[in-house]
RNA sequence: CCGCCCGUAGCUCAGUCGGUAGAGCAGCAGACUUUUAAUCUGUGGGUCGAAGGUUCGAUUCCUUCCGGGCGGACCA
């Protein structure tokens, strides 16, 4: 904060007050974008054009460069949000009062000029100032792109805004991301689905497997959990009536931080009613090709979609495989043989109070999990594992539950979900004393009794799917880590 | 949590085999009335991430800590 730079644009800011000018204006005098007033002078002077017709216009942004020629005459790069359109202030054409607003001008501030567009000798089209205005000043010097912008990633994640302002580029894949959840909506919203809204704090964090973050409600003298999913909420509707419902909403995990895991991250969950897994799959592969062509482009190659340097295939239908069957192949241990896989497990770091199913998931994410590159369906999961879904009617050992996988990252989970309250009661029973036993501290530690009331008034058979969004946009962007697809990534406090 | 790497001016980066530091941009002063990363001349700016140790002397070597990056472990 203390230093010669803040120290003169202060005192730049002071003269300006004492000539009467507010170095932070409070309105500012009617404009177009940069990018207009181009276009405008375009349109008037098609290509060819031997004398330009000069358009009259006037817009704002921020000084990112400014190149004196002389003592009178200047040249200046404005950018907003549109684009750049440069600037030509003479003192000859503008009050004594406004050459005193330029003279005290630094690069950062944001400047208000309304002039004739017209061409330079050298051809760039440039605004040539009659009126100008001050609209903030800035105390701070912008990162500037030729002396090579903002690299330091701990500065760029902290000072955002200072990255952001840096590269226009960086403001477009966050612009990105407001549209893949746009497109999401638009998908969902033609299948006839309704976006709901529902708690952030969780009385009991349900609905997945994850340490829970927990916090206190003062006047009612309770804890309360930050949810982990948006599962239970949801389905309660199906209960009550409403057959396509969706959230798109922050979950939070306190858990580790690392390229692709922040604290807290966007989950789309959505429930539909006289569906199953299978519905689900379908709607998983339409949904990411219709993301696909309207984010990535509509001449989109679906089988060759480049991401952080390795070519994956979207065509549908995407591979299903099972999980045991993959769990064999990659393992080369049948599942089911507790002995062999309990051998595996102790030849590594994996807690021994963990049961036979634990063990089987914990060799399953280090064997197998970072292998799927192309997108997959790896469906039926151990029933021990997946206390929200229905069990196969042929083989009740494994259940309705496919996630989805793509560069070794999970995109999605979904389930034919359970509706049957007493079985749903035992498998919440189970995986409480499970957990206790286990000592894992991602199980609930209690038992979701009105969920499993509400499960007695009638769920309607149904599929549901929990997608991470913050993944889709890493897919959709092309980038690798999950820092530069939010627009604050968690980082520690600083010293 | 483990391994490797990084932290030097507002920004991007050099550098010091141990003798308290440089450049470009930005700033300030000056020259130039159509520039394009404008150019030219002059000039100010640093507790070299923090603390401790070794040393006559540490920004440099060692230790610890803080923050960050990448990879691994764990989780979505």
């Not at 040539?128 to 090579?148: C, Q």
């Not at 309207?294 to 991401?307: C, M, N, P």
């Not at 989805?404 to 999605?412: A, D, H, P, S, V």
């Not at 609930?444 to 991470?468: F, N, Q, R, S, T």
Request: charged share 30%; proline share 5%; glycine share 8%.
């Amino acid at each position: 904060m203390e230093n010669e730079y803040r120290e003169i644009r202060l005192q730049k800011a002071a003269r300006l007050r004492e000539l009467g000018v507010d170095p932070y204006a409070l309105r500012t005098p009617e404009r177009q974008p940069c990018a207009a007033l181009v276009k405008a002078f375009e349109a008037n002077n098609p290509e060819g054009t031997t004398e330009p017709k000069p358009v009259p216009g006037a817009t704002a942004g921020r000084v990112l460069s400014l190149r004196m020629m002389g003592k009178k005459v200047a040249f200046l790069d404005v950018w907003d949000e549109s684009g750049k359109i440069q600037f030509y202030i003479n003192q000859k054409e503008v009050s004594p009062q406004e050459w005193e607003v330029f003279t005290n001008l630094d690069l950062g501030d944001w400047l208000w000029g309304k002039g004739d567009v017209t061409r330079t000798k050298t051809g760039e089209i440039t605004l040539f100032v009659k009126t100008l205005k001050l609209l903030t000043k800035s105390l701070a010097v912008p990162p500037l792109e030729k002396s090579g912008g903002l690299q330091e990633k701990e500065l760029r994640y902290r000072k955002r805004y200072a990255d952001l302002l840096a590269d226009p580029e960086r403001r477009k894949t966050f612009a990105t991301r407001s549209r893949v959840i746009f497109e999401i909506r638009k998908f969902l919203d033609g299948r006839g689905f309704m976006e709901v809204e529902t708690p952030v704090l969780h009385a009991i964090a349900g609905g997945g497997t994850a340490r829970p973050f927990v916090t206190h409600h003062n006047t009612l003298d309770q804890d309360l959990y930050l949810r982990i999913a948006l599962e239970l909420p949801l389905k309660r509707l199906l209960v009550g009536g409403f057959e396509k419902v969706y959230e798109i909403g922050r979950n939070f995990r306190n858990e580790g931080v690392d390229a692709t895991h922040n604290p807290e991250f966007t989950m789309l969950e959505l429930y539909q009613a006289y569906t199953d897994y299978y519905g689900m799959m379908e709607l998983m592969e339409s949904m990411l090709v219709h993301l696909l062509k309207t984010i990535r482009g509509a001449d989109t190659d679906l089988s060759k979609v480049e991401w952080d340097g390795q070519v994956l295939n979207f065509t549908p239908p995407f591979r299903r495989v099972s999980y045991g069957e993959l769990f064999k192949e990659c393992t080369g241990i049948d599942m089911n043989d507790e002995a062999a896989v309990r051998a595996k497990a102790a030849s590594l770091d994996i807690p021994k109070t963990f049961g036979h199913w634990k063990l089987v998931d914990e060799l399953f994410d280090r064997f197998v999990q970072g292998k799927l590159d192309n997108p997959t369906f790896l469906t039926d999961y151990p029933t021990a594992i997946c206390p929200l879904a229905k069990k196969k009617v042929e083989n009740p050992q494994v259940a309705e539950r496919f996630e989805i996988f793509c560069k070794g990252m999970e995109l999605g989970n979904a389930f034919s979900e359970l509706n049957d309250p007493v079985d749903q009661l035992a498998r919440f029973e189970e995986q409480v004393k499970k957990g206790k036993v286990e000592k894992d501290e991602e199980v609930p530690k209690e038992v979701d009794y009105d969920y499993v009331e509400a499960l007695e008034y009638g769920m309607p058979p149904a599929g549901g799917i929990g997608i991470g969004i913050d993944r889709i946009v890493m897919l959709m962007t092309n980038q690798h880590s999950i820092r530069d697809i939010l627009l604050f990534p968690h980082m520690r406090k600083e010293e």
